[in-house]
């Protein structure tokens, strides 16, 4: 509670600071509106933000969801088969060393420009993280855990599923939680590249039109979606593995 | 109390027996020789231990008799009746192993688990009785991490006892322990290894006369195991026992020469 007070505080203040500057240097709308102006903006426009806004979400979910199982799958297979893991481990490394927001205008290109490409691009973007997290760890089982395993007579596969999967959950989880930050960058690139709905697009159909104000309140909507989103997974991911070490122990108590 | 049936254990009585063989045991390290040509005799329901400074080498001699460590040659590992030892072992370490997503119990059964066995009523019924005779009674639900160094080492040993196997191997697994809970847990390991063929490794004199049917003195480098002291009396042996006491000023003789 304390904690919310504090957020609520910070953002006043920056708020307050924020139409304090365009007071004192009388600086054209078109290029910083004040925050009083933003909230008309998002008042006026809510339909058309909405609108907007579920495309873009839905496109960031299934980009968290195709990305999340396919990295999901990838890191098992590299983490069980020696023969995956020799021959696509480099070329997994080489692949990240092309930025990927290079391929959104071929992405767009292939899928069209509808949400198609948009949720290939954040799933491009998710895939990554999730499969070094989670291969990550699957390698750093506990040895101890695998020799009990191994004087138990378990197979690989049992080992894997009983022992090494649920031991790299929490590893996955920080992949989950990387992966969910930086999805709505997917979607937005795939939308500034080619499209006619979105966020992203409102934005720079706005920015063409000197509607700064309106591209301002898209930004928020964007960043609200966001912040709820990780909100979300984090609480979410907390509940599924309990007995994790808490990982905020050095966080300040309220 | 142990010839007492249990649903789906073997009575100590009719348990077969195994013995252990370990002869000409060689370990290099980085091209230095830890030992050479060692030998050593693990007698069918007895436990014996085998004692030394860290470094000796005797857990890397453990964990080829687990399967753990390849055996260099010309190492050989036989069981008296000749068959493989493999899956006629279980496995205790100095760490509980403790799975910290599984509560005590599931714990207790993770060797069915991890061989895709049923988990049949009976199963159950068994890893149960087994945590009451640990003293966890009322704790089968609690995960590792509510319990204390202690009560997980007690889930551990209740899990390597639902194992069911004839040879028993320990790798130094009170150490880590304070001195009355390790005491403690010293006095329930006896009373339940019975009848089973148990090796300990442990660098604790003490521990080693209060366990031990067998007491094998492992040092120098290259490492040498030298004769069986035999302790007077059945284990677990009181602290403050004569003979005990005697044994083990001359134990700490042989550990420092």
Not at chain 1, 23 to 47: D, F, K, M, N
Not at chain 1, 204 to 222: C, G, I
Not at chain 2, 24 to 40: I, M, S
Request: hydrophobic share 50%; glycine share 8%; net charge neutral.
């Amino acid at each position: 509670m304390t904690r919310l007070f504090r957020a609520l505080v910070t953002l006043a203040v920056l708020l307050i600071a924020w139409q304090a500057l365009v007071w004192a240097t009388e600086v054209p709308r078109y290029i910083l509106p004040g925050p009083l102006l933003v909230t008309s903006a998002l008042q006026r426009h809510a339909p058309l933000l909405l609108q907007h806004g579920l495309t873009t979400l839905g496109e960031i979910l299934m980009g968290l969801v195709l990305g999340v199982a396919l990295g999901t799958g990838s890191a098992l297979v590299l983490a069980s088969v020696r023969t995956a893991r020799r021959w696509l481990m480099p070329l997994l490394v080489v692949s990240q060393a092309i930025p990927v927001f290079a391929l959104a205008p071929l992405l767009v290109l292939w899928l069209g420009y509808g949400m198609a490409s948009k949720v290939a691009m954040a799933t491009l973007v998710i895939y990554f993280p999730v499969t070094t997290a989670l291969f990550d760890g699957l390698r750093r089982t506990e040895p101890g855990w695998l020799d009990l395993a191994r004087t138990m007579g378990a197979s690989n596969v049992s080992a894997l599923w009983h022992l090494r999967l649920p031991a790299a959950l929490p590893a996955l989880a920080s992949g989950v939680r990387v992966a969910t930050a930086v999805a709505p960058i997917g979607a937005i690139i795939g939308e500034w590249v080619g499209s006619s709905a979105g966020l992203g697009y409102l934005m720079l159909h706005a920015n063409a039109r000197m509607q700064v104000d309106l591209l301002f309140a898209a930004l928020f909507v964007l960043g609200a979606f966001a912040v709820t989103l990780y909100a979300a997974v984090d609480t979410l991911l907390r509940r599924a593995l309990p007995w994790q070490p808490d990982t905020h122990a050095f966080e300040e108590r309220d | 109390m142990h010839d007492i049936v249990r649903p789906g254990v073997i009575p100590a009585s009719k348990r077969p027996l195994v013995s252990v063989s370990i002869s000409a045991a060689r370990l290099t390290y980085n091209g230095v020789p830890l030992f050479t040509d060692v030998n050593l005799r693990l007698e069918p329901a007895a436990i014996t231990c085998l004692l030394g400074p860290s470094g000796v080498g005797k857990t890397t001699l453990l964990r080829m008799i687990a399967g753990l460590a390849e055996p260099e040659p010309p190492t050989t590992i036989a069981a008296g009746d000749g068959l493989p030892l493999h899956e006629r072992i279980a496995y205790m370490a100095q760490q509980d192993l403790l799975l910290p997503w599984l509560d005590a119990l599931d714990n207790v059964l993770l060797g069915p688990r991890l061989r895709g066995e049923r988990l049949s009523a009976a199963l159950v019924a068994r890893a149960l009785d087994l945590l009451a005779r640990v003293g966890l009674e009322g704790r089968e639900h609690d995960r590792p991490a509510a319990l204390s160094g202690g009560q997980r080492q007690r889930v551990a040993l209740a899990r390597t006892l639902m194992e069911d196997r004839p040879l028993v191997l320990m790798d130094e697994p009170f150490s880590a322990l304070d001195a009355i809970t390790r005491l403690r847990l010293q006095e329930l390991a006896a009373e339940l290894l019975a009848g089973r063929t148990a090796l300990l490794v442990t660098h604790d004199p003490l521990e080693a006369l209060r366990l031990g049917h067998r007491v094998h003195v492992m040092t120098g480098k290259p490492a040498t195991i030298g004769p069986a002291l035999e302790p007077p009396g059945p284990p677990p042996r009181a602290v403050d026992d004569p003979a005990v006491l005697a044994m083990q000023a001359e134990l700490l003789r042989r550990l420092a020469s």
